[in-house]
């Protein structure tokens, strides 16, 4: 069965503390891995796709990258502004329908 | 601006009543979908529409409704069939099979 998991469920960091968040999967045939922003009562805000593994993609702090198994979004010297909920979805090549994890709610106190 | 408006914010719906949530694009896209987001769960599929005049079930359909009359607009209709529809919807469109742009969310709740 196609599945994401995402971990942590919850990460608290100080403000400049980097760390990584994982999202693992299994799915029969990927066509594309997507990561998503969402703000607390707001829809998700798309921030990167990565189609094969060793691709890697960066966007202020934040870097993704994609091996055969698993994604990482790692964030370099968070600050508060980047508190969000993270979430992870992958794309099956067979009918283009997205799967996705339940997310990492990120804190990052000052 | 381009985008997509989802209202109202916030609906509350009675025993046995259908309610309607509004989901307007203006970026031309010409795929459309319906999400429901649930505390500690990935986004569900409700219904996805590729061209106006079609669409297609998600995975959790039973008790919802759609049209797609044109392209900008694809509404979604809670019916009294769906026993537990509190949950927060999440309208998006995009460009086929590409990423997903989306509104900011209607808050479903039942008195």
């Known amino acids: 069965e196609d599945q994401v998991t995402q971990s942590p469920e919850a990460l608290r ?3 400049g503390e980097s760390s ?3 999202c693992s999967y299994t799915v029969s045939g990927l066509r594309g891995l997507f990561w998503y922003r969402q703000d607390p009562g707001k829809g998700p805000e798309f921030l990167f796709t990565l189609y094969s593994a060793g691709e890697e993609k960066e966007k202020e702090r934040l870097k993704a990258t994609l091996t055969k198994k698993e994604s990482f979004l790692h964030i370099t010297a968070p600050k508060p ?3 969000a909920t993270y979430l992870c979805a992958v794309q099956r090549d067979s009918n283009y ?4 994890g339940a997310g990492t709610k990120l804190i990052i106190k000052p | 601006d381009g985008g997509i408006t989802q209202s109202p914010k916030y ?3 009675k025993e046995g009543q259908n309610v309607t949530l ?3 694009q203006n970026l031309n896209h010409d795929a459309m979908y319906w999400y429901r987001q649930d505390p500690g769960q990935g986004l569900r599929l409700i219904y996805y529409s590729q061209i106006v005049n079609d669409f297609q079930k998600g995975d959790i359909a039973e ?3 759609v049209s797609r ?3 900008e607009s694809f509404p979604l209709t809670v019916t009294s069939a769906q026993k537990n529809p509190t949950a927060f919807y999440l309208c998006a469109s995009s460009m086929r099979h590409e990423k997903l742009f989306f509104g900011s969310g209607t808050q479903l709740s039942v008195l």
């Open chain 1, 13 to 15: 960091l100080q403000e």
């Open chain 1, 20 to 22: 990584s968040l994982n």
């Open chain 1, 81 to 83: 502004e980047d508190s």
């Open chain 1, 97 to 100: 329908q997205l799967i996705w």
């Open chain 2, 11 to 13: 609906l509350f719906r």
């Open chain 2, 22 to 24: 509004s989901c307007e």
């Open chain 2, 63 to 65: 008790g919802y409704s």
């Open chain 2, 69 to 71: 009359e044109k392209k």
